[in-house]
């Protein structure tokens, strides 16, 4: 009803859903979800089907979507120098990132110690091991030369049906690079794609209107199917990472900002939609094409948001990262195994590598985890505790990847000096977002001297 409602009032002409709105239905059915769950474990686990119908909504939207914008930001530009220094330079940025959030989850999983006295729970997770086992020998990538060949398409419809974003970039890329060189005789394809481009935003705010069933169904299973004391039960796990995230968030994202200058309370309120979407849902391709949108909006041109999100998705997982990097501590501790600082570092060294290419696989960290442990030889029994709560790690770890690649993208922009701060400051408040917004401004970026 809720959604047919939000349908009505779009074809009236009535102003489109507000914000505040979709936040609030958000939180409400995270609530019904919760109790859903809790009252009625049978009934929540058949809506399952209900978060299932809405990614799949999100996932037809992905593919033309960034096709589209990838293609209409690179060649509408026609500067083709730029994009081998904006590749370099986003690169650089990820693994610098990366690497924080490696060194964070190693600290917080040496001081928490959150797989010391958990072998009592391990016994009740025999039923487990055998999809565990079956894990350690799906990692996607063995080798670097797997993972750059995988970056190459054979098909970019299979690519497209796959949801393979960094094939899609690849092909875009190319796609791009014709249209430039065949130049105004390739113009009716770039006004084609520009519609495209504008038509799926626009579905997207169609299909964004079914959130709210969708966080309902998906947080009424994850309740009804592991029971509410699973949150007790796994509380020391969950807390460490929760607390690690926190910390990687405050610390490196929240510096990020400041060195250039963009208010990062602004962009947290900016992105809450989104990012309360990734957090219910688990998925962060639910709110791909939202978070794209958003930054458009934010100042970040085009051109930047469809090449660094994207991108970010296989190369700039900051929450799995740190995830993966706390979850081999805890496995090696759940069995009675102490690494040294030099052991914990050639397994972080490893997990730099194997977790690149992954998203979109289901359950991808849990299955770079086991194939991980399986290659240095330790136990995979860690893998079975957390398979049981992969869905409620899962929450934390894709909201601080989303979070991490929107602040990604305002930080290429700026170090592109092509951010728009005026943009940001109009679009913040549209939203009634308060900031110190001191600075003087040079055309299009106003150099801020005071964000908080």
Not at 119 to 132: G, K
Not at 146 to 152: K, P, Q, R, T
Not at 213 to 229: Q, R
Not at 262 to 272: D, H, N, P, T, V
């Amino acid at each position: 009803m809720f959604v047919l409602l939000l349908l009505l009032e779009e074809e009236k002409g009535i102003p489109k859903l507000k914000h505040s709105r979709l936040t609030i239905a958000i939180f409400l059915s995270l609530v019904l979800g919760i109790i859903a769950g809790w009252a009625f474990p049978d009934f929540a686990v058949r809506t399952h089907v209900l978060a299932e119908i809405f990614l799949r909504m999100v996932k037809m939207i992905i593919a033309p979507l960034l096709f589209a914008t990838l293609v209409v930001g690179i060649a509408g530009h026609g500067d083709v120098k730029s994009l081998g220094r904006l590749g370099i330079k986003t690169v650089a940025y990820f693994e610098i990132v990366t690497t924080f959030a490696l060194v964070i989850g190693l600290g917080f999983a040496n001081l928490f110690k959150p797989g010391e006295g958990m072998i009592d729970v391990a016994s009740q997770q025999i039923r487990l091991n055998e999809i565990a086992n079956n894990m350690a020998s799906a990692t996607s990538h063995n080798s670097f030369g797997e993972m750059l060949l995988d970056l190459f398409p054979t098909s970019i419809v299979q690519s497209m049906a796959d949801g393979n974003l960094l094939q899609i970039v690849v092909f875009s890329i190319f796609f791009a690079l014709a249209i430039c060189a065949i130049g105004k005789k390739a113009q009716p394809v770039l006004d084609i794609l520009n519609s495209v481009s504008s038509v799926m935003f626009k579905f997207t705010e169609y299909v964004m209107m079914f959130a709210p069933m969708g966080i309902f169904g998906a947080i009424a299973y994850t309740v009804g199917t592991n029971g509410i004391d699973i949150l007790f039960n796994y509380g020391k796990i969950i807390l460490s990472l929760y607390v690690a995230l926190a910390v990687f968030v405050v610390i490196v994202l929240l510096a990020a900002c400041k060195i250039v200058k963009i208010s990062f309370r602004g962009l947290i309120k900016a992105i809450q939609e989104p990012a309360l979407l990734t957090f219910t849902t688990a998925s962060s391709e639910a709110a791909l094409p939202k978070a794209m949108s958003i930054m458009e909006k934010f100042g970040v041109p085009k051109s930047i948001v469809s090449f660094v999100m994207p991108t970010g998705y296989t190369f700039n997982l900051d929450g799995s990262t740190l995830y993966l990097a706390m979850a081999v501590l805890f496995s090696t501790q759940l069995v009675g195994i102490h690494l040294t600082l030099d052991q914990q570092l050639v397994i972080m060294f490893a997990l730099m590598l194997t977790s690149k290419g992954v998203a979109g696989v289901p359950r991808a960290s849990l299955i770079v985890l086991a194939g991980t442990l399986t290659s240095f030889n330790y136990p995979i029994l860690g893998v079975a505790i957390l398979l049981g709560i992969d869905q409620i790690l899962d929450m934390g770890r894709t909201t601080v990847n989303l979070i991490g690649n929107c602040v990604a993208t305002v930080v290429i922009a700026r170090w592109e000096n092509c951010f728009d701060y005026n943009k940001m400051n109009e679009f913040l408040k549209r939203k009634n977002i308060k900031i110190n917004t001191l600075g003087k401004t040079n055309g299009n970026v106003s150099f801020q001297k005071d964000f908080t």
